[in-house]
C-alpha cells in the first residue's frame, strides 16, 4: 500500500467490501469493472456514490472495490459503509483543512454505523423464519 492510498472495509447482510481510496478524477471500479457496468439498478450506483455526495467530493477520489457475498442491495451497502470508512481514514491521515467535519456529516447522515440486521435462519416446523403452518379450525 502506498502512502496516498485509503483502506476501508464495509459489511451488510452478508456481503463484505474492501475499498482503496486514492486521489484522483472520480472513477469508481467493482471487481474491475465500471460502477456503471456491475450494478445495472440506478439506485445500487446512488447508494454507493451517496458518501462522496453527501460531502460533494465526486470528482476528488478513485476507488477500487472488491465485493464478495450476498446480493446487489447488500453489496451496495457494504461498499458506502467502506466508502465511509475509508474517507474517515483519510481525513484522519491526512489531517489536511478539506477533510474538516467529514466524519460529524457522515455520522449525521448514519453512513458510519454497520447496519447490523441479518436474515434470520428458518426453524423447524415453520415455512419460513417466522410463518407457521395454516390455522384450521376443523
Not at 16 to 44: M, Q, W, Y
Not at 90 to 100: A, D, I, Q, R
Not at 123 to 128: A, D, E, T
Request: charged share 30%; aromatic share 6%.
Amino acid at each position: 500500500m502506498s502512502a496516498n492510498q485509503y483502506l476501508g472495509t464495509g459489511r451488510r447482510k452478508t456481503s463484505s467490501a474492501r475499498v482503496t481510496l486514492s486521489l484522483g478524477k472520480g472513477n469508481i471500479t467493482v471487481n474491475k469493472k465500471p460502477l456503471d457496468d456491475f450494478f445495472g439498478r440506478e439506485t445500487a450506483q446512488m447508494v454507493v456514490r451517496q458518501p462522496l455526495a453527501v460531502l460533494d467530493i465526486l470528482d476528488l477520489f478513485d476507488i477500487k472495490v472488491t465485493v464478495t457475498g450476498g446480493g446487489i442491495s447488500g453489496q451496495a451497502g457494504a461498499i458506502r459503509h467502506g466508502i465511509t470508512r475509508a474517507l474517515i481514514n483519510y481525513e484522519e491521515k491526512s489531517g489536511e483543512e478539506e477533510g474538516s467535519g467529514w466524519r460529524k456529516t457522515l455520522k449525521k447522515c448514519g453512513f458510519i454505523t454497520r447496519d447490523p440486521r441479518e436474515v434470520e435462519r428458518k426453524k423447524v416446523g415453520r415455512h419460513k423464519a417466522r410463518k407457521g403452518t395454516q390455522f384450521s379450525k376443523r
